[in-house]
């Protein structure tokens, strides 16, 4: 089974189509038991980092979330919920993250031309790195995932498994052991992004 953690952010309930329409069962929850119980866990996210953060850690998830890590729990993190994973977020401030990633989150403003509008929407193709990380074993490198962000993973180089392309590159996922994180939504990606919740599903 697998547990998306509702912490009052995210499209929780098209993950769980998604989850449905591989066959696997997924449920909605912020009970910390099921959450214990579960196989895998997904982190959502939509939103503010600090305000996310600050949610998470008001229910208490980000503690269960951590113990699961730390026993070998697979955990994927989306969107904003990939960007929780890091160390520190640096929108409207700074925020601290959930530390199970090397990195911090900074303004695609930063390094993509000005002329390119923000946020980032579309479509866009995955480079893999060197050793291509099986949540792709399904899919190949320059297959098209959507992305909807203002802000991107940096500073996390060894742990990006898959960049895209935006007037710069930018972390498109990562991954440390069984904790992995996609800066696009698989559940709004078509085929490509099942077969990436599939594979998932298979760590």
């Given at each position: 089974?697998?547990?998306?953690?509702?912490?009052?952010?995210?499209?929780?309930?098209?993950?769980?189509?998604?989850?449905a329409?591989?066959?696997?069962?997924?449920?909605?929850?912020?009970?910390?038991?099921?959450?214990?119980?579960?196989?895998?866990?997904?982190?959502?996210?939509?939103?503010?980092?600090?305000?996310?953060?600050?949610?998470?850690?008001?229910?208490?998830?980000?503690?269960?979330?951590?113990?699961?890590?730390?026993?070998?729990?697979?955990?994927?993190?989306?969107?904003?919920?990939?960007?929780?994973?890091?160390?520190?977020?640096?929108e409207?401030?700074?925020?601290?993250?959930?530390?199970?990633?090397k990195?911090?989150?900074?303004?695609?403003?930063?390094?993509?031309?000005?002329?390119?509008?923000?946020?980032?929407?579309?479509?866009?193709?995955?480079?893999?790195?060197?050793?291509?990380?099986p949540?792709?074993?399904?899919?190949n490198?320059?297959?098209?995932?959507?992305?909807?962000?203002?802000?991107?993973?940096?500073?996390?180089?060894?742990?990006?498994?898959?960049?895209?392309?935006?007037?710069?590159?930018?972390?498109?996922?990562?991954?440390?052991?069984?904790?992995?994180?996609?800066?696009?939504?698989?559940?709004?990606?078509?085929?490509?992004?099942?077969?990436?919740?599939?594979?998932?599903?298979?760590?």
């Amino acid at each position: 089974m697998v547990a998306i953690i509702d912490y009052g952010v995210g499209n929780l309930f098209s993950l769980r189509s998604s989850f449905a329409a591989i066959g696997v069962e997924a449920v909605v929850t912020s009970d910390a038991e099921v959450l214990r119980s579960a196989d895998r866990l997904i982190l959502p996210g939509v939103g503010a980092f600090g305000d996310a953060a600050a949610k998470l850690r008001a229910t208490g998830l980000d503690k269960v979330l951590i113990d699961e890590v730390k026993k070998g729990k697979a955990v994927m993190g989306i969107c904003l919920g990939m960007q929780l994973l890091f160390e520190r977020g640096l929108e409207y401030g700074e925020h601290e993250g959930l530390g199970l990633i090397k990195g911090e989150v900074r303004a695609i403003s930063e390094v993509i031309p000005s002329e390119l509008p923000i946020p980032q929407i579309g479509w866009n193709a995955l480079r893999f790195k060197e050793n291509k990380h099986p949540i792709f074993k399904y899919i190949n490198e320059g297959d098209c995932v959507y992305f909807v962000h203002s802000y991107y993973g940096a500073n996390c180089d060894e742990s990006v498994i898959a960049d895209t392309e935006y007037g710069a590159y930018l972390t498109a996922a990562v991954a440390c052991g069984r904790v992995c994180g996609c800066q696009f939504h698989p559940e709004k990606s078509g085929k490509v992004g099942l077969a990436i919740l599939k594979a998932f599903c298979e760590l």
